[in-house]
């Protein structure tokens, strides 16, 4: 995840920094664009979901794989009304796709940092997770000798 973070980062500046000479060659411009819409989904498109399913336990897994999609949402909204604002906000149309660029790239490095340093290393096996969780609720005093059964 944090890969995809920083080399869509570092394509996202390099796109920013040099858009007026790349965008005179147009293929490269569409490619280049390409690969920083790929790397996007590289790491961070992908990776969101997937945190999200192997950090908790399966019984509170759907609740924080709803809470993922919904930020998700919530910044795809966020991210929708202010793009226009912002590129409206510098002298000129150029300026403004160049800022919009830098600015995208400046959060994919928060991003990167966000995962490298708060995402937890987990470990492959889900059940030990699942083992730690209803050793917690038993020392809490819950019943779970219905854990892991299905609802009838």
Not at 33 to 50: C, D, H, K, R, S
Not at 68 to 74: M, R
Not at 91 to 97: A, F, L, M, P, Y
Request: contains cysteine; hydrophobic residues 50%.
């Amino acid at each position: 995840m944090t890969l995809g973070f920083m080399l869509w980062a570092l394509l996202g500046f390099i796109l920013g920094g040099a858009i007026g000479p790349i965008q005179t060659v147009f293929p490269l411009f569409v490619v280049l664009y390409g690969i920083f819409n790929a790397l996007g989904e590289m790491g961070p498109g992908v990776a969101t979901f997937l945190c999200a399913a192997e950090s908790f336990p399966t019984p509170l897994r759907g609740h924080y794989m709803g809470f993922a999609a919904a930020v998700g949402k919530a910044g795809a909204a966020i991210g929708t009304q202010v793009f226009t604002p912002i590129q409206d906000s510098f002298d000129s149309v150029e300026k403004g796709q160049q800022g919009v660029f830098l600015i995208g790239s400046a959060f994919a490095v928060v991003g990167g940092l966000i995962a490298w340093f708060l995402i937890p290393d987990k470990e492959r096996d889900l059940e030990s997770e699942d083992a730690r969780f209803r050793l917690y609720l038993e020392e809490k005093g819950y019943d779970t000798s219905f854990y892991g059964e299905p609802l009838k």
